[in-house]
C-alpha cells in the first residue's frame, strides 16, 4: 500500500466494514486503502479533494468504522509517521518480524526475500539502452511471435494479450495443436522472437531459437545464465534471477521484465499506439465487461 506500514487496524476496519459504507463513502474508503501514506499529512478538505467526495464525506466514513471524526481516523497515520514507518521498511528486520510469526512464518520470509532480491539482480544487471534496443525492433517488426513452454507458457501469453491491447500481429506460440517450429514456418528477417526458457532447457524453445536464426528472423532471449542457450543465440538477450526455495524456478523477475520490455515498447512507438490502448479500453467499458466503480 505505497510502502506505509500504518497500524492495519485502521485499514481492516474499512475493508471489514466496507459493505455498509454508502457509495459515497466507499470511494473515500477506496482512496485511503490505495493511498495510506497521504493520509497522515493531507486536511480534510485535501484528502476529499484527491478523493472527488465531500469533506463531509471523510467524517461520516470515519465515524462508521468507529472514529470520533477524521482527525481522530488520521491520528495512527500520523503516528506512522513520525515512527518513520511510511517508508520500505528495513528488510533485515521485516523478514524477521515474519519468520517469528507462525509456523511457515520461515517459508514465507524465504520466499518474500528470494522474490525481492531476484528483482534486485535482474535490474542491476539490465542496462536501459538494450531493453530500448530490444523495443525498437519489436516497434519495428512486421510481427512478434512470444515462445513460452510449461510455466512460461502463460507469462509469454500475458505478455501477446498486453501488447495486443494497442498493437496488432502478436502471437503467443506454441498455438494449440501445434508446435513452436511450425508456428515460425513463415517468418523472416521482417519479424521478431521473443524466447523464454531457464534450466533445465527446454528443448522445444533451442530449436525454435535455431529455425528463427536460419529464417533471419531477431532474437530477443530471456533465460537464467549468460551461457544458456537462449541468451547465447538472441540478438538482444537479458539475464533474469529465478532463484526461490520452492522446487520450480521463479517467475517474478520474468513477469517484471516483460512488463518494463513492453512499457519500452509503447514508449518508442508513434502516439498512435496511445489512442489504440484508450479506443481498446473504452469498448470493453461500453460492452459491460467491467465492474464500474463510482469516480
Known amino acids: 500500500m505505497n510502502g506505509t506500514n500504518v497500524s492495519s487496524r485502521v485499514l481492516d476496519r474499512l475493508t ?4 455498509a459504507l454508502t457509495p459515497e463513502a466507499q470511494k473515500a474508503a477506496r482512496y485511503v486503502l490505495e493511498n495510506p501514506a497521504d493520509v497522515g499529512v493531507s486536511t480534510v478538505r485535501e484528502i476529499a479533494e484527491a478523493a472527488n467526495v465531500k469533506p463531509n464525506t471523510f467524517v461520516r466514513m470515519a465515524r462508521q468504522v468507529g472514529f470520533e471524526g477524521y482527525e481522530d481516523f488520521r491520528a495512527p497515520f500520523r503516528e506512522a509517521i513520525r515512527n518513520g514507518a511510511v517508508s520500505f521498511p528495513d528488510r533485515a528486520r521485516w523478514l524477521q518480524d515474519i ?11 524465504d520466499m518474500a526475500d528470494a522474490a525481492i532480491r531476484n528483482l534486485e539482480e535482474t535490474f542491476a544487471g539490465i542496462d536501459a539502452g538494450a531493453l530500448k534496443a530490444a523495443a525498437e525492433a519489436v516497434w519495428g517488426s512486421r510481427q512478434v511471435f512470444t515462445l513460452g513452454v510449461g510455466v512460461n507458457n502463460a507469462n509469454a501469453r500475458n505478455f501477446t494479450y498486453l501488447a495486443s491491447t494497442g498493437m496488432t500481429r502478436f502471437h503467443a506460440i506454441p498455438r494449440p495443436g501445434s508446435t513452436p517450429v511450425d508456428d515460425l514456418a513463415w517468418a523472416d528477417r521482417r519479424d521478431v522472437l521473443i524466447a523464454m526458457t531457464c534450466h533445465p532447457y527446454r528443448a522445444e524453445v533451442v530449436a525454435a531459437i535455431r529455425i528463427a536464426r536460419e529464417q533471419g528472423m531477431t532474437i530477443i532471449g530471456i533465460s537464467d545464465s549468460p551461457a544458456s542457450p537462449v541468451i547465447r543465440a538472441a540478438d538482444h538477450g537479458f539475464v533474469v534471477a529465478v532463484d526461490t526455495p520452492q522446487f520450480f524456478p521463479s517467475s517474478v523477475s520474468t513477469l517484471a521484465l516483460l512488463e518494463t520490455l513492453l512499457s519500452f515498447v509503447i514508449a518508442v512507438a508513434s502516439d498512435e499506439i496511445v489512442e489504440r490502448v484508450e479506443t481498446f479500453h473504452r469498448r470493453r ?5 467491467y465492474v464500474e466503480t463510482p469516480e
Open 16 to 19: 471489514d466494514e466496507w459493505d
Open 99 to 109: 519468520r517469528r510469526s507462525g509456523d511457515l512464518g520461515g517459508l514465507y520470509a
Open 285 to 289: 467499458h461500453q460492452l459491460g465487461i
